[in-house]
Each structure stands twice: as structure tokens, then as C-alpha cells.
């Protein structure tokens, strides 16, 4: 079970490296237009949530993140024994909540830097990070888990 561990440790060092790139090297808003106009990088800082919810509020999240961490690691352990998918979602969900956790404990905000246009129905995507990614990832992969696991139940009953 310690192998999916290392998921999460790629998650987190991926997250904090792509952001110490762009503080690094961006000045803050600065834009670099990669496919235009639906991709490019921005730099941009994020005090709050989820699309900048709930500005400034770091105790808040300090409890929610330290919460959610112990929660993912418990569910880990008791839940997701044998249960691959079920471990990889838990693991992105982990490395997305302690990447974004590094950025509020050290630097007091979130850096994020990628920017998406959604063509079609040109919708202009919130600006995310790697973690944020991650936990969006994480996600989709649980609720698939979910899935999967109640039709594999309906069958056994017939």
C-alpha cells in the first residue's frame, strides 16, 4: 500500500516545483500565451477557495485541509485495501489538498497559473495549479470507483 504513497509525493513535489517556476519566473498577472486564446499561463495568486471563495480566511482552511488530510489517510488504510482505483483517487485527493496546503502555510496565498478558455461554449475556466488539478483528477477517479463498484454489486445480486 506505501507505493501509492509515492502518487501523492510526485503530486506534491510536481505541484510545488511548477509553482516555484512561476514565482520564480512570472511577475505577478503576467500571461504567457502558449495556444491563444485557449491556453496560457498566468500568474495569479488565490487567498481563498475553490475560484477564490472565502478571501482570506487561513484558519478556516487550515482546519478543513488538516480534516480532509487525516480523512484521506484513514479512508486509505480501512477503505481502499485491495481497491487500486479506490487508492489512486484517494492519493491524487491527498497530493492535491497537501500541495495547496504548502502554498497557504508558507506563503499565506495559493499560486496558480493555468488558464483555459473552453472552446464551443467559450467558457473561461478558473485559474488552477497542479494540485488543484490533482483534486479534480482524484475525484473523478472516486466517483468512477463509485460506479463501478455499485454495478458490480447490482450484478451479484441477480
Do not use: C
Not at 1 to 23: H, R
Not at 34 to 60: C, K, T, V
Not at 142 to 148: D, M, W
Request: glycine share 8%.
Amino acid at each position: 500500500m506505501w507505493k501509492f504513497y509515492g502518487l501523492a509525493a510526485f503530486v506534491i513535489a510536481l505541484d510545488q516545483w511548477t509553482k516555484w517556476l512561476i514565482v520564480k519566473n512570472m511577475v505577478f498577472h503576467e500571461r504567457i500565451t502558449i495556444l491563444d486564446p485557449y491556453f496560457e499561463l498566468l500568474s495569479h495568486r488565490n487567498r481563498g477557495a475553490a475560484w477564490g471563495m472565502l478571501q482570506g480566511q487561513m484558519g478556516l482552511f487550515t482546519i478543513i485541509t488538516i480534516a480532509v488530510i487525516i480523512a484521506i489517510i484513514y479512508y486509505f488504510h480501512k477503505e481502499a485495501k485491495g481497491k487500486p482505483m479506490f487508492q489512486i483517487g484517494l492519493m491524487m485527493l491527498l497530493g492535491g489538498a497537501i500541495g495547496n496546503f504548502i502554498d497557504r502555510i508558507w506563503r499565506n496565498e495559493v499560486v496558480d497559473f493555468v488558464h483555459v478558455l473552453i472552446p464551443i461554449i467559450n467558457y473561461d475556466f478558473p485559474i488552477f495549479n497542479i494540485a488543484d488539478a490533482s483534486l479534480t483528477i482524484g475525484v473523478v477517479i472516486i466517483i468512477l470507483f463509485i460506479i463501478k463498484e455499485e454495478r458490480a454489486g447490482k450484478k451479484k445480486v441477480k
